[in-house]
């Protein structure tokens, strides 16, 4: 096994048997975690491939690109991997989270307000734990949010700073 | 107190109406967004947008503009904004994507992408899919097109950080694009009425420097696209210097032809003449829109096929 170098882009493995890389995990494994915990139909990746770059984030992308590249930017972070729960971004969250099924909490308009500031919020859910698509209805759609963390009655915004607002 | 539009004299000669001109220039430019169409359809970011009672207008010649009402929440301050189903993007600024009308599946250049309004169009345009390769060689300024891009859900975007007047495309392992986008840094004198200060570090020396480089990124891109393929070149600026010559350069030095930019607005031909300076006729099938024209800011097009 060969180490993550962090400053290119690696296309992942097919699957965990295909793996030269310590520690990377498959495109098998990712589109398996966003189906299992989130019902997002495998197929909804046909068309994309999957990078890592820098240590356990994980990159989605549609256009064409060899691997290893050595550029800024190929399509969007989708996830964090490499540590115990697998992370989300609230970019993917936005763009695919409207396949998701499972594991969506629907916030009322004072908490989605809440939400998008940053802050967290009590609320009660009674799904799983850890990391949550968070939504809310706009104009008749659930329209997802961003990712928050649900522990103990508590959702914790994930909204990075620069993509919080005061609405 | 009013900006001075001294350095704007100059072109009075090529200006129709050069009063309306002047008057235009300084008014405040109108707010706009284009919807985000990775994201939503019009209809959506409308219903979205009027259900947080934001008032806005929509503009015929491109449907997917509006523009916001003078009071009221800015571009980036909405809940439409934050789902990235719009983005703030000048009227004008929306026509070079436009007048390049990229294909879905195709490889596609933006050579000075940041911030990254063009280079998503350019995106929305080709339904997220195919190769946009959205580069600048402003490192300060890529963490804007990255995170714009990411904003607003580019999947088939990809970012680079070189000089563009001599670009590479080893590192995709393809060698041509089908189309380019060429929006060069400028002097940028049509956003006089976004920034009142824009003229303030004015100088006939800037012109002349900058249009080395504009020069330079356009040969470059003319020579990156496949024969048949297409390149826009734009600047926000009127200087024929940084226009009409440059354009003329890549004519005489590079296999490429002008083609007649076919947008639904008001604007003017490219000047073949300039202060004693003949250019190729064919640059009449250039655009300046000025900002008494549409009620926009200024902006040049040129629109180049290459080979055959």
């Not at chain 1, 966003?34 to 356990?56: H, L, N, Q, S, V």
């Not at chain 1, 998701?100 to 009660?124: N, Q, S």
């Not at chain 2, 002349?208 to 390149?231: F, K, M, P």
Request: aromatic fraction near 8%.
């Amino acid at each position: 096994m060969s180490e993550n170098i962090g400053d290119r882009f690696d296309r992942l493995p097919e699957t965990d048997a295909d793996r030269e890389v310590e520690g990377r995990v498959s495109r098998e494994g990712v589109v398996e975690y966003f189906e299992d915990r989130f019902g997002i139909p495998p197929e909804t990746f046909e068309d994309y491939t999957f990078w890592e770059k820098g240590a356990g984030k994980i990159w989605l992308y549609r256009g064409e690109a060899p691997s290893p590249i050595e550029v800024e930017a190929i399509g969007m972070t989708c996830l964090r991997t490499r540590q115990e729960h697998w992370k989300p971004t609230t970019d993917f969250a936005q763009r695919f989270g409207s396949e998701a099924t499972r594991c969506v909490i629907d916030l009322e308009p004072d908490a989605a307000r809440r939400f998008v500031a940053g802050e967290d919020g009590e609320i009660a859910w009674d799904g799983d734990w850890g990391y949550l698509i968070a939504a809310h209805d706009l104009v008749g759609r659930r329209e997802p949010i961003g990712v928050g963390l649900y522990v103990h009655g508590e959702l914790r915004s994930m909204v990075p700073k620069g993509r919080q607002r005061d609405l | 107190m009013e900006a001075p539009l001294d350095p704007l004299e100059r072109y009075r000669p090529i200006v129709d109406d050069f009063e309306a001109f002047l008057a235009a220039c300084r008014r405040p430019l109108p707010r706009a967004v284009r919807v985000n169409t990775i994201k939503a359809t019009v209809e959506r970011a409308a219903a979205v947008l009027e259900r947080e009672g934001v008032e806005f207008e929509r503009r015929g010649w491109n449907p997917q503009l509006f523009t916001l009402a003078e009071e009221g929440p800015g571009p980036g301050s909405t809940l439409a904004s934050f789902h990235g189903l719009t983005y703030g993007q000048e009227e004008v600024s929306t026509v070079p994507p436009l007048v390049l009308d990229p294909e879905p599946g195709e490889r596609v250049w933006d050579a000075c992408a940041a911030p990254g309004g063009k280079a998503t169009q350019l995106a929305a345009l080709m339904d997220d899919s195919g190769t946009i390769i959205a580069n600048d060689d402003n490192l300060g300024r890529l963490s804007a097109l990255r995170f714009n891009a990411e904003r607003l859900g580019a999947t088939a975007l990809a970012v680079t950080n070189q000089d563009a007047r001599n670009y590479s495309l080893n590192p995709f392992g393809f060698d041509e694009f089908d189309r380019a986008l060429v929006d060069v840094p400028c002097s940028c004198e049509g956003t006089i009425r976004k920034n009142p200060d824009t003229l303030e570090g004015w100088s006939m020396d800037h012109v002349h420097s900058v249009s080395g480089i504009q020069r330079d990124v356009l040969r470059r891109a003319v020579q990156a696209t496949r024969e048949g393929g297409t390149v826009v070149y734009s600047t926000c600026t009127f200087a024929p210097e940084e226009n009409e010559a440059v354009v003329n350069e890549a004519l005489a030095a590079e296999d490429c032809r002008l083609r007649e930019v076919d947008i639904e607005l008001e604007y003017a031909p490219g000047v073949t003449e300039w202060e004693g300076d003949e250019y190729d006729p064919s640059l009449e099938r250039a655009a300046r829109i000025y900002p008494h024209h549409n009620n926009t800011g200024g902006f040049f097009v040129a629109k180049l096929e290459v080979g055959a």
